[in-house]
């Protein structure tokens, strides 16, 4: 295992989901104490999850490492990497009833720097520099998305915008639906889903492919239906606490992906996207100036 990658507790709260229940209780006792399971022996840990020493070895392979040995390697190796930050952040675990008010902002400042670092450290540079490159040569991108990650896809799509880039977003399933008709082979869909199981998304994200789209899912699941549906996959890593599933730790990962996209793009596109920018921005500015304008 390469320790400078991404926190192997993090690669393992991604696949929870989907993982089966003996294998999902392993991880979960993983994610709730790397520190604590980096010191323990195989047996104690397969009793504490109440499964067996070899579904322990059969869940390691699942996410990634040769064996229980690698895997307590791994996870002492994060443990001693995370003490740091939690000098600064001396409450980082779940938000809980009796926590004061100061403890619940160290605990969310804590888990939404946690979501963007191991976001950043576990996105595929090569992943994302293919899906800058079909961005540019599309004629048309669509940006789909509901709830939480439907606020996401908002933001892409203005920001798309701000550069030239003809763009079509809905968080309306509906809408979604017609727009996705309406792609070709000139197309690149974007669907947004922490889960990567929400049926107005894949629907949304299917119906696209089929007419053509090049597809890219965001989402938190490796191995969820989106991942597996879309051409390519941009994967986050987020910390989700108690009051906050699939609201602010996902968000952030993602639109943390959408402003890596957004430059990168940009980039890829100079000269368009600051004639873009500052055309747009003159307009905004000008707005601004007549709100205030009293005759």
């Not at 048309?140 to 998305?145: A, P």
Request: with cysteine; charged share 25%.
């Amino acid at each position: 295992m390469n320790m400078t990658a991404a926190p192997l507790s993090a690669v393992i709260r991604r696949k929870l989901p989907d993982l089966q229940p003996a294998m999902r209780r392993v991880g979960e006792i993983i994610v709730a104490d790397p520190s604590r399971v980096s010191t323990m022996s195989i047996g104690s840990l397969a009793v504490e999850a109440k499964t067996s020493e070899t579904t322990v070895v059969r869940f390691c392979r699942e996410v990634g490492v040769a064996g229980y040995s690698e895997l307590r390697i791994g996870l002492a190796h994060e443990a001693g990497a995370r003490s740091q930050a939690e000098e600064v952040y001396s409450d980082t675990g779940d938000i809980l009833p009796s926590d004061s008010l100061n403890s619940v902002v160290k605990k969310i400042a804590y888990a939404d720097l946690k979501s963007v670092e191991d976001t950043s450290r576990m996105l595929s540079l090569s992943d994302l520099s293919a899906v800058v490159a079909d961005v540019v040569a599309a004629e048309r991108i669509q940006v789909f998305g509901v709830g939480a990650s439907g606020l996401v896809a908002l933001d892409f799509e203005q920001k798309l915008e701000r550069i030239g880039l003809v763009t079509d977003c809905s968080i309306d399933p509906h809408r979604a639906i017609t727009i996705a008709a309406l792609a070709t082979d000139k197309t690149v869909t974007f669907g947004f889903s922490h889960s990567g199981s929400t049926v107005d998304t894949l629907e949304a994200l299917r119906i696209a492919g089929a007419n053509g789209a090049t597809t890219v899912g965001v989402t938190n699941s490796p191995d969820s239906p989106l991942a597996k549906m879309a051409d390519k996959t941009l994967l986050t890593a987020a910390r989700e606490t108690t009051f906050r599933s699939g609201a602010t730790g996902s968000r952030l990962a993602q639109l943390m992906i959408v402003d890596c996209l957004f430059v990168a793009i940009a980039q890829q596109t100079f000269e368009a996207s600051i004639r873009a920018l500052e055309v747009t921005r003159a307009a905004i500015e000008d707005s601004r100036s007549r709100r205030h304008y009293k005759p």
